[in-house]
């Protein structure tokens, strides 16, 4: 079995496991895709060290890029931007790695949790 995302007009609205003969025998129209997608895909890498398969595993409203190939997740805020060799969104500094935090959008900062 297979994990498949119904992609209208490049939005993913559905997730589900199912053969692909089955697959092929949707009826949809013409803005209606469905394809295939990979739970072991992260960040454009496979988790058990196999072949990553459309930049990361898709889920609904996710953004199929029919250029790319890919699926990547919404944008979380606005002052994020898509890295496109991981297709995951990146704040503009990374977070500290010395406890837990908090994006802060107003300030573009991390805010440390207490």
């Known amino acids: 079995m297979s994990h498949f ?7 993913v609205a559905q997730v589900i496991v199912a053969e692909q003969n089955i697959i092929d025998t949707f009826v949809e129209p013409a ?10 895909t ?3 890498q496979h988790t058990q060290g196999g072949t ?3 930049g990361n595993y898709a ?6 890029d029919k250029d790319n190939d890919v699926f990547y997740a919404p944008q979380p805020f606005l002052s994020w931007t898509l890295n496109q060799s991981t297709w995951v969104w990146e704040a503009p500094t990374p977070m500290p790695t ?5 994006w802060d959008e107003p300030t573009t900062s991390w805010v440390a949790l207490a």
């Open 98 to 102: 010395d406890g837990l935090y908090r």
């Open 31 to 40: 803005e209606v895709s469905w394809i295939q997608t990979s739970y072991n």
């Open 5 to 11: 995302a119904k992609v209208i007009n490049g939005k």
């Open 52 to 54: 990553p398969l459309r």
């Open 42 to 44: 992260y960040g454009n």
């Open 59 to 64: 889920g609904i409203n996710y953004t199929y």
